[in-house]
């Protein structure tokens, strides 16, 4: 229907009056999606299982404090201080079960007095959900890439050294090793390490648990993994291969002079596809102890040629080359080896979401167990926000020579500004219970099938 300039437009002079009274309004109504996602999970119940060796009678718990700040992180906050901004949150108190909210010293605190016991329950909790996601998708393959990023911070935060940080040399960090599920994007695991040490360092007994992991809940599927160059080892390559593992490994060939000889010998590449060729042969390192698969992989640069031009309708440019190598165990062909490597670059997506949404970079307090306390937060929060898309839209994509995610994922942010993020009230009328959400008939549907469809899935279960 086509509307008037009359009716949609008015005149406004007046600015309102402001009143300010204690009413039960929450600005996080979509935390009812949250709520049903985690009673559905019992979330809660095995949360606080985790932590119940260190409930001594305080007011504030570790497993409660933890639990927040989950919350606080699926929200979008960053800085513990930033808990003033929801402390007379209704929604989020009921959620909590508290009839008040801790602080950011309280926070602190709490977080200091996790050990090693209660990190290590967390992190099964954590990888416990993811697989049990994946055995009820029963997929036929399961991949995992492995891969470090840093963790930066100006303080001198305990277990913090100065190592590799190409953004802020010179900087503190830590260098946690991460494994995710490429097609959930989830975290499976991490492992914490300070900044000053290599990629490989306790890579392979960290690799192996993963893939026994994945192994135990899902014992017919194919485990794929996928390393860059930093993790070329012949101990790490001879305990995937022992494994059954399918891998791809980029290799460092600029350490072998003899890949290079290799490359400058050969003479027929077969076309993989637009500008790429390769080939492939049994190689080994002279210390290795046997050969294996090695793919080399030519691609066509187009790099713009520097300096002033005269040409106003077309920039030239220089046809330059770029090598590359994997070592892999896959028998596919030359095309499938290379596209299913080259999806590594969604594990880099992954982190760049959890960094800037959730915040995973982020170093908050100066003891090492409540900085990795507020890792797996962080890891926890995207998992849960990825679980709920999956929960509740139908799967979108196949599996595919790259291994994309089986759907495509909103990032974080976007889920907040769509679902959570909303207006709403509290209210009992007869003595029930009611939320009252902003929007129109379009959300309602939205919000309700998303219920439905998890209500079902419990009553099911």
Not at 378 to 386: E, F, I
Not at 417 to 436: C, I, M, S, Y
Request: net charge positive.
């Amino acid at each position: 229907m086509k509307i008037s300039r009359r009716d949609a437009h008015c005149n406004t002079y007046a600015l309102p009056r402001l009143r300010f009274e204690a009413q039960q309004l929450t600005s996080y109504a979509g935390l009812v999606l949250i709520q049903k996602l985690m009673a559905l999970l019992n979330l809660k119940r095995r949360l606080f299982a985790c932590l119940a060796h260190l409930s001594d009678g305080q007011t504030f718990t570790p497993a409660r404090v933890f639990l927040q700040l989950l919350l606080h992180l699926m929200l979008g906050f960053r800085d513990l201080r930033e808990v003033v901004f929801y402390r007379h949150d209704p929604l989020i108190k009921r959620l909590l079960g508290l009839r008040e909210l801790p602080d950011a010293a309280t926070l602190s605190r709490q977080l200091r007095r996790l050990d090693e016991r209660g990190i290590e329950r967390l992190r099964e909790l954590m990888r416990s959900l993811v697989l049990h996601w994946l055995a009820r998708l029963a997929l036929v393959r399961v991949t995992i890439d492995f891969d470090g990023f840093v963790q930066s911070t100006a303080r001198k935060a305990e277990g913090t050294a100065i190592g590799y940080n190409p953004k802020k040399k010179g900087r503190r960090s830590y260098y946690p090793l991460v494994a995710s599920i490429a097609q959930t994007q989830q975290v499976l695991d991490f492992l914490h390490r300070s900044g000053n040490v290599h990629d490989s360092r306790g890579a392979r007994d960290f690799i192996i648990a993963c893939v026994r992991h994945v192994r135990a809940m899902l014992p017919h599927a194919v485990i794929e993994v996928r390393m860059d160059g930093a993790f070329f080892s012949d101990e790490i390559v001879k305990a995937l291969h022992g494994m059954g593992v399918e891998f791809t490994i980029s290799v460092p060939f600029e350490r072998f002079p003899a890949l290079k000889q290799i490359i400058e010998d050969r003479h027929w590449w077969y076309g993989i596809d637009q500008g790429r060729w390769g080939f492939d042969r049994r190689w080994k390192p002279r210390r290795w102890s046997r050969q294996h698969r090695f793919v080399f992989v030519c691609v066509e640069k187009d790099v713009p040629e520097k300096g002033p031009l005269q040409l106003d309708l077309f920039e030239p440019v220089d046809r330059q080359y770029e090598y590359k190598v994997i070592v892999t165990n896959k028998d596919v062909g030359l095309g499938a080896v290379t596209r299913f490597h080259d999806g590594r670059g969604q594990q880099e997506n992954l982190f760049g979401q959890m960094s800037t949404h959730c915040h995973t970079q982020h170093v908050p307090v100066r003891h090492r167990r409540g900085n990795e306390a507020y890792l797996m937060a962080g890891c926890m929060a995207q998992n849960l926000l990825r679980e709920l898309q999956m929960r509740t839209q139908p799967r979108q994509r196949a599996t595919n020579a790259s291994r994309t995610p089986l759907w495509a994922f909103l990032n974080p942010q976007t889920w907040r500004q769509r679902w959570l993020n909303r207006a709403g009230r509290l209210t009992r009328p007869a003595g029930e219970l009611t939320l009252t959400i902003s929007g129109d008939e379009q959300i309602e549907e939205i919000f309700t099938e998303m219920l439905d469809q998890m209500q079902e899935e419990r009553e099911a279960a």
